[in-house]
């Protein structure tokens, strides 16, 4: 189905792009807000979380607004395949798939943002350990992709695979801040192993590439034994462990345009950063209206499960250009200010779904090698 091609080969965020996995979201019509999602989007969750949780977690999404996201991410697709990409697809998820481990029971949730789950090194897929249960097999609907890869001569490694029972998860970020999770614990349905505790537990999009560099935030222990893991498996690469720089993902916090220049979600995640990354030249989210954020509250739906600041989360298709969502002029004009192409592309429902246009995508062949950004 795909063209075996060459296999992967992708090490930074901006080197030009001439393959990519755009995600797909058909019938993401519900969010399964049980205790490891509730713990995951902790922090944009805490101020709506009621007692949705229990026998029936499941939070319905209206399908006007899954097809308004499919029509957004088909926009997607054709921007990018005009700029000359080859833009490969996940398999068609099922409609109201569930999931039965032997510890839990969980909705599956479509493989649309497929930078969660995988990080590509170089040449080698890696597939990560899934923080939240509903998200367990979604790679499954990438391997066909992952099998064509790996025949063109790609590695291909996964992270040991998390059982996520009752003890699985550690809230060892919110305890430093002071932070109280229960409210998102409460009501566990699921079972543990005898002896087993906190796992390894990590990210894909807790990464941020810079050639033969890697920033990995590691914000408690499940992350701790994932950057061990990849120390271990990736001797010639360098990973920078970022200190709790977030409570999980980083794509909407540090973005790099190109070596020397990125975006910051603000001046206080400097200090997070390497050294020589605290010299580069810094763009930081201009002001934006807020009314180009959709409200939900009609249909019953109060959650934002991202920040404002998704909208940062961009994709380079090279040094020089960048696809940025439409509803964000203001970072348009910012980006052409400095020189950039952007190619603009509508993106409304990113605060119900969760992910922006770097979160949509898995760039898998880009021009750049493991180059030394930050000697
Ligand atoms: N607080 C997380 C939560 C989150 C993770 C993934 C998402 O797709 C959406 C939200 C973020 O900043 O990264
Ligand atoms: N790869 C991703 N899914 N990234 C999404 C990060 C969203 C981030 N939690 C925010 O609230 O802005």
């Known amino acids: 189905m795909t063209d075996p091609a060459s296999g992967a080969n992708s090490f930074d965020e901006w080197t030009r792009l001439s393959q990519v ?16 999602w509730r713990l995951f989007f902790f922090d944009n969750v805490a101020p709506t979380l009621g007692n949705e949780g229990g026998a029936d977690p499941l939070l319905a999404i209206p399908e006007q607004l899954v097809d ?24 068609t998820p099922g409609k109201n798939v569930d999931i039965c481990s ?21 040449n080698t897929i890696v597939e990560t350990a899934p923080h939240v249960r509903s998200r367990i097999f979604e790679n499954d609907l990438l391997k066909p992709l992952f099998y064509s890869y790996f025949e063109g001569g790609s590695n291909w ?29 409460e009501g566990e349905t699921a079972l543990g192993i005898d002896g087993l505790g906190l796992e390894l537990v990590f990210d894909g999009a807790q990464c941020m590439r810079l050639g033969r560099d890697v920033l990995v935030n590691v914000a408690n222990r499940n992350h701790e034994l ?53 010299a580069w030249d810094v763009i930081y989210p201009p002001e934006t209206d807020e009314s180009t954020f959709p409200k939900y509250d009609d249909f019953g739906f109060v959650i934002p499960i991202a920040s404002r600041y998704i909208d940062i989360n961009v994709l380079s298709i090279d040094e020089e250009t960048v696809v940025v969502n439409s509803h964000y002029p203001e970072l348009i004009s910012v980006l052409e200010g400095r020189g950039f192409t952007v190619v603009p592309v509508r993106h409304r429902h990113r605060r119900l779904f969760g992910g922006g246009f770097h979160c949509f995508t898995l760039d898998t062949v880009r021009a750049g090698g493991c180059e030394d950004y930050l000697g």
Request: with cysteine.
């Open 226 to 278: 994932a950057l061990r893991w990849l120390t271990v498996n990736f001797p010639h690469m360098r990973f920078h462990r970022l200190d709790g720089i977030a409570d999980n993902h980083i794509d909407s916090v540090v973005v790099p345009l190109r070596p020397g220049l990125m975006l910051l979600r603000s001046p206080k995640y400097l200090a997070f950063l390497p050294k020589e990354m605290q």
């Open 102 to 122: 032997p510890l839990w029971n969980a909705r599956a949730t479509p493989p649309l943002n497929v930078r969660d789950q995988t990080i590509v090194l170089g």
């Open 21 to 36: 996995i755009v995600g797909r979201a058909e019938y993401y019509t519900a969010h399964d807000l049980d205790t490891s």
């Open 157 to 185: 490694l996964s992270m040991p695979r998390p059982a996520l029972g009752r003890d699985s998860l550690d809230d060892a970020y919110f305890r430093r801040l002071g932070i109280d999770v229960s409210r998102a614990t």
């Open 68 to 91: 308004e996201l499919n029509e957004d991410i088909a926009g997607l697709v054709d921007a990018l395949t005009g700029c000359g990409v080859s833009v490969l697809r996940p398999a």
